[in-house]
Antibody, heavy 122, light 109 residues
Framework: EVQLLESGGGLVQPGGSLRLSCAAS????????MSWVRQAPGKGLEWVSA????????YYADSVKGRFTISRDNSKNTLYLQMNSLRAEDTAVYYC???????????????WGRGTLVTVSS | EIVMTQSPATLSVSPGERATLSCRAS??????LAWYQQKPGQAPRLLIY???TRATGIPARFSGSGSGTEFTLTISSLQSEDFAVYYC???????????FGQGTRLEIK
């Protein structure tokens, strides 16, 4: 079955760290760029970060640049998001999303996970 | 950064009627525009890509149009399952850039 499954969310204090994981199955993971997209409670979608299929190129939204690091392990079919220096405004459901086509990094997403909730609060 | 602006924020339409949702880009994105549907508690679902191409399994009542900075999603005859929030997304190729609109909530009138 083609699917993405996020994990690693939870409650963390401001200034703390958290690492999210996204396990992929049912497709050739290494062939596709992947992204993290978040959604604050009751708000819209915000793209967070993207990584190329090889992992050699990474991109970030200005709101997380310098604090978050995206990576992937193609041998494990897993995408990661290391989140440091967390702020209250990082509270959101974090989705991993697969780019629909194999070329490039920027694109639209044809497969989404169910999301994992990150809450930043003291 | 390319800013995407959707209008209206909320649209009230009766079942069986047509709904027209708009999305405007702050600069040209060519046809690099996608539309998603999101229902409460669910992940977004891809409806349209390339501004006008329906994704696999999407009913023909959904159609997209536009290019450059002005885009439209039309739902020709609303079904009960279509009431949801709709997002547009631009995906500029270089430099890599992805931004979403703030969403349009489509509600039952």
């Amino acid at each position: 079955e083609v699917q993405l499954l996020e994990s690693g969310g939870g409650l963390v204090q401001p200034g703390g760290s958290l690492r999210l994981s996204c396990a992929a199955s049912g497709f050739t993971f290494s062939s596709y760029a992947m992204s993290w997209v978040r959604q604050a409670p009751g708000k819209g979608l915000e793209w967070v970060s993207a990584i190329s299929g090889s992992g050699g190129s990474t991109y970030y939204a200005d709101s997380v640049k310098g604090r978050f690091t995206i990576s992937r392990d193609n041998s494990k079919n897993t995408l990661y998001l290391q989140m440091n220096s967390l702020r209250a405004e990082d509270t959101a459901v974090y989705y991993c999303a697969k780019k629909a086509s194999e070329e490039g990094v920027s694109g639209y997403f044809d497969l989404w996970g169910r999301g994992t909730l990150v809450t930043v609060s003291s | 950064e390319i800013v995407m602006t959707q209008s209206p924020a909320t649209l009230s339409v009766s079942p069986g009627e047509r709904a027209t949702l708009s999305c405007r880009a702050s600069q040209s994105v060519s046809s690099n525009l996608a539309w998603y549907q999101q229902k409460p508690g669910q992940a977004p679902r891809l409806l349209i890509y390339g501004a006008s191409t329906r994704a696999t399994g999407i009913p023909a009542r959904f159609s997209g149009s536009g290019s450059g900075t002005e885009f439209t999603l039309t739902i020709s005859s609303l079904q009960s399952e279509d009431f949801a929030v709709y997002y547009c997304q631009q995906y500029n190729n270089w430099p890599p850039s992805i931004t979403f609109g703030q969403g349009t909530r489509l509600e039952i009138k």
